[in-house]
């Protein structure tokens, strides 16, 4: 069965407006077939991202990243995404990006990437809210990075809402989302299916 891992970084957790437009994407998915999850990164204790890439990248590797930590949730949200066929990211917009949340787990990333792009191949979606402009900044931001980490990027492969109300109340935002979820698990099938073959 395929697996949709839903990544909430909003501080405002189940109640924000990212969360209701993620779990409309993650409902669609599940209607596709696929089993979901997600994760509110408020509820998660994630520590900053070192930079030992910087000082010697044969010291950025998944059990280093992840040793000593007790109290951080990494090592679980490692296994969770090394062990699902895709990902939706979905942030508020906070000055034009994505939120410190978002960032600092997507920097956590950087020693699954290092270690052998160990994500290749997973499916990866976006989702971003806010109030004013900035939307497309942080999705074009998290397409990049997640592109260079190996994900693929399905058509339609994005949602945002800009504005103070609630998004589900504009049409054109609920149908990118359902489709989103749709377009991805579709994605993972096809992968799945075999006789890919990728180069690093």
Same mark, same amino acid.
């Given at each position: /069965? @395929?697996?949709?891992v839903g990544i909430n970084g909003s501080a405002r957790?189940? !109640?924000?407006?990212? #969360?209701?437009? %993620?779990? *409309? *994407? %993650?409902? +669609? #998915?599940e209607e596709a077939g696929a089993q979901v999850k997600t994760v509110h990164l408020i509820e !998660? +204790? @994630?520590r900053y991202c070192l930079g030992c890439y910087s000082e010697d990248s044969s010291k950025c590797e998944p059990r280093r990243?992840?040793?000593? /930590? %007790?109290?951080?949730s990494m090592r679980a949200l490692h296994n969770l995404l090394l062990f699902c066929d895709g990902v939706v990211f979905a942030t508020p917009v906070y000055w034009f990006g /994505? +939120? #410190?949340l978002m960032k600092t787990f997507v920097e956590r %990333?950087? +020693?699954l990437e290092n270690a052998g792009k160990l994500l290749m191949g997973h499916v990866a979606g976006f989702v971003a *809210?806010? !109030?004013e402009d900035g939307a497309m900044q942080a999705i074009s931001q998290l397409m990049a990075i997640t592109s260079d980490m190996g994900f693929v990027i399905p058509p339609l492969g994005f949602t945002y809402y800009i504005g103070r109300g609630d998004p589900?109340?504009?049409p054109e935002t609920v149908k990118y989302a359902m489709n989103l979820g749709k377009n991805m698990v579709n994605l993972a099938k096809l992968l799945n299916s075999g006789g890919i073959e990728w180069k690093l």
């Open positions: /069965m @395929i697996k949709i957790g189940k !109640e924000g407006k990212t #969360a209701k437009l %993620l779990q *409309v *994407v %993650l409902k +669609s #998915a !998660e +204790s @994630i990243c992840t040793q000593d /930590m %007790l109290a951080d /994505m +939120s #410190a %990333l950087t +020693s *809210v806010g !109030e589900l109340d504009d």
